[in-house]
C-alpha cells in the first residue's frame, strides 16, 4: 500500500481486512505523518514480519531547521531557536551517521517502558529514559534546500532506525535544533513505491476478485532458495520431522504438491519445517 500521511498504518490494514474477510497485518508500522511503502500481509503471510525485520529501507524526509518539539516531528509542541545551517554544512557532517551507530528513540514511540508504551508515559507527563539501541544507515544525502528553513534529505538505513531521532542528531551535531516536518518511505525491503496502490483504491470498496490483480504472491517476496524434497523423505518432512540434507545452513522456500508451502530451516545437516505460509 501507498499510506497516504495523516492516518495510522492500522487504518490501512484494517480496510485491507474488511475487503478480504482475512487477518492482516504490516510488515513495519509508519507513523502518522509519513506516507509511502506499507507493506500488509494478508492471512498466513503477517507471518512474515520477523523475516523483515532486518530489510533496508529507503526514505525522503523534510528536516526543518530552528526548531524543537516533544515529538522530534512537527506534529508536536513546537519551540523555535537555534541557527539554519546551509545545505553545504549539513552534508559535511552526514558521514558521521554512516554504518552502525547508536541512537535513543523518540519518547513519542511505540517503545516499550517497563510494559507501557513510551507514547502513553510521554503524554501522561511521566518523565523516563530510553535506551540507546544500534542502528545501520546505509547512506544519507542532501538533496535540496525546500524552503528557507527545510532541507528534503535522502535515507537508506536498516530496519528499526528512527528518522525524527536523525533528524534531532543531525541537528545537535551542527549546534542547533530540528525536526522532521515530512516523511515518505519509498522502499522497503523487496517492496517498491512503483509497486504500490494508493489508499484511495481501497476506499471504493472494491470487490476481492478486483482486489487480487494487485495482491503479490507470497512466494516472490521471499528472497531465499528453494528445497526440494520427494517420496518418503517429503512425507516425514511435512509430517514435522527433521530431514537430512546437503544444503547449507539457512531458511529455504518449500513447495508442497507444486504448491508453495512456507518456509524451512536448514541447520547442521538437518531440515526441519519453519513457518507455514500457504
Not at 3 to 25: A, E, R
Not at 211 to 229: A, D, N, R, V, W
Amino acid at each position: 500500500m501507498d499510506k497516504p500521511s495523516g492516518i495510522t498504518s492500522g487504518t490501512v490494514v484494517n480496510k485491507c481486512k474488511w475487503l478480504t474477510g482475512t487477518p492482516c497485518g504490516h510488515m513495519g508500522t509508519l507513523d502518522p505523518l509519513a506516507s509511502g511503502v506499507l507493506p500488509v500481509g494478508i492471512g498466513n503471510a503477517a507471518r512474515l514480519f520477523d523475516y523483515f525485520l532486518e530489510k533496508e529501507k529507503e526514505y525522503i524526509a523534510e528536516f526543518t531547521f530552528g526548531v524543537t518539539s516533544d515529538t522530534l516531528d512537527s506534529t508536536g509542541e513546537l519551540v523555535y531557536g537555534g541557527d539554519i545551517p546551509t545545505a553545504e554544512e549539513i552534508a559535511n557532517v552526514l558521514p558521521t551517521f554512516f554504518g552502525d551507530i547508536m541512537q535513543v528513540p523518540p519518547k513519542y514511540s511505540a517503545k516499550n517502558v517497563n510494559g507501557k508504551r513510551g507514547y502513553d508515559l510521554a503524554r501522561a507527563g511521566v518523565d523516563f529514559e530510553l535506551p540507546a539501541k544500534q542502528v545501520r544507515i546505509y547512506g544519507i544525502e542532501v538533496l535540496e534546500q525546500i524552503s528557507g528553513t527545510a532541507f528534503r534529505i535522502k535515507i537508506n538505513c536498516g530496519g528499526g532506525t528512527y528518522i525524527r531521532s536523525l533528524a534531532r542528531d543531525i541537528a545537535k551535531k551542527l549546534g542547533t535544533n530540528a525536526v522532521m516536518s515530512a516523511l515518505r518511505r519509498t522502499k522497503s525491503g523487496v517492496f517498491e513505491i512503483a509497486q504500490t496502490i494508493p489508499f484511495s483504491l481501497l476506499e471504493q470498496d472494491l470487490p476481492v476478485e478486483e482486489l487480487e490483480q494487485y495482491i503479490i504472491p507470497t512466494e516472490k517476496t521471499l528472497p531465499y532458495p528453494t528445497l526440494c524434497m520427494q517420496g518418503k523423505e517429503a512425507i516425514r518432512f511435512f509430517n514435522g520431522i527433521a530431514v537430512e540434507t546437503d544444503e547449507k545452513d539457512g531458511l529455504y522456500k518449500i513447495y508442497k504438491e507444486d504448491a508453495f508451502y512456507g518456509l524451512a530451516e536448514v541447520r547442521n545437516g538437518k531440515a526441519k519445517a519453519k513457518t507455514k505460509l500457504c
